[in-house]
């Protein structure tokens, strides 16, 4: 019998490839990642790093549980780990969402959203943020959908969305609130702190992003007990390798790398958005490592243009509410000089 894509589950029929650039040697301004390489901490631990490869990991991560348990001041039963906050986000369909249910989630936000949603039989209820890139509180809660999803700060967008809209939503949901905290370390408010206060609050993060950790594949997601063991329950066992795993131990207990990361974009955002004000951007307010920006010329031509002169940033300009934006990374002095210069010159040449 010959398979074809109608041999595929009708919900995931119509899935394409994810975003996968051919990046040769260019330089990556365009995933969100910490442009000041690899985690000094991980790195050590990994340099001197030998283990038997025979046994399995720890089933549900314990080492890298308690390690978060001690830095947010919770119990290691608040935690649950795995490969990437994607498995997480996984995880919470998985466990919460029945086959056919209706999810609601923020437009535009992090577009792997609708795709797990998808995957997982439900279908997403998309709800447009403010004129400024706020939550509209009722909208969130009208469908009374089993999952709310928001991450905040949000992707592409870049800006944190107020804890109060967060807290009423939360109380006024009729299931599981998922709070997806990406980038929280740039951010001045988190609720990871604050899990055990609500009994429907699950909040993720990630290794990928300040961390600077991508290749290890981290990501965990802390709620109250209760909701932390039926998701441990519906984990792959094992799905997070021991590498990686005492790798993010490591890099957890030196806290001393996030900090200088978490200045050095702070003092950087600033000053990389006034460079794109300069060229004619109009770049939205960020509490994170990436600036959305309105482009002055055609965002395709930017960013082919871009890629020819070595330089990754991503493409948002086609997409509704983000039209002829762009998303890049906040990098290090030279790298936003870089960037702002050869921006210059595409323009230019246009
Ligand atoms: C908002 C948001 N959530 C989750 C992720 C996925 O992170 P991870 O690498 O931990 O799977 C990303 C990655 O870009 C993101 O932007």
Redesign the pocket.
């Known amino acids: 019998m010959k398979i074809t894509r109608d041999s595929m589950r009708s919900t995931t029929r119509g899935f394409e490839r994810y975003y996968n650039p051919d990046v040769g040697d260019a330089i990556r301004l365009d995933?969100?990642t910490n442009v000041l390489g690899s985690n000094p901490a991980a790195e050590k631990f990994l340099s001197t790093f030998s283990a038997r490869l025979d046994n399995y990991p720890n089933t549900y991560s314990d080492h890298l549980r308690d390690a978060l348990g001690e830095l947010y001041g919770l119990e290691r039963e608040n935690f649950i780990a795995g490969s990437?906050?994607?498995?997480?986000?996984d995880l919470v369909f998985k466990t919460f969402s029945e086959w056919g249910a209706t999810s609601t989630i923020p437009t535009p936000?992090?577009t792997?959203y609708d795709y797990f949603i998808t995957m997982n039989g439900g279908s997403s209820d998309f709800v447009d943020l403010t004129e400024d890139f706020q939550l509209d509180v009722d909208a969130m809660v009208k469908n009374k959908s089993k999952i709310i999803l928001i991450?905040s700060p949000?992707?592409p967008t870049g800006n944190s969305f107020r804890t109060k809209d967060l807290e009423e939503i939360l109380s006024r949901a009729e299931g599981v609130v998922v709070v997806?905290e990406?980038?929280a370390e740039y951010a001045e408010d988190s609720m990871v702190r604050r899990v055990n206060e609500f009994n429907n609050l699950i909040v993720?993060r990630?290794?990928?992003?300040a961390y600077a950790m991508?290749a290890l594949?981290?990501?965990y997601a802390v709620s109250n007990m209760d909701v932390a063991g039926m998701m441990n329950c519906v984990k792959i066992p094992y799905s997070l390798n021991m590498v990686s795993e005492l790798a993010a131990v490591a890099a957890v207990k030196d806290q001393s790398f996030i900090e200088k990361s978490v200045q050095m974009v702070r003092e950087q955002r600033p000053y990389l958005m006034d460079g794109l004000r300069k060229l004619g951007f109009h770049p939205y307010p960020s509490d994170c490592n990436f600036v959305l920006a309105k482009s002055p010329i055609d965002h395709k031509v930017l960013v082919d243009g871009l890629k020819k002169k070595g330089v990754l940033i991503r493409d948002f300009g086609r997409k509704r509410r983000t039209e002829n934006c762009v998303r890049m990374t906040v990098g290090t002095k030279e790298l936003n000089d870089m960037l702002l210069e050869k921006m210059a010159e595409v323009i230019d040449e246009c």
């Open positions: 995933t969100n990437g906050s994607d498995e997480m986000l936000s992090y792997l991450p949000n992707n997806d990406a980038y993720l990630t290794f990928s992003k991508a594949r981290i990501g």
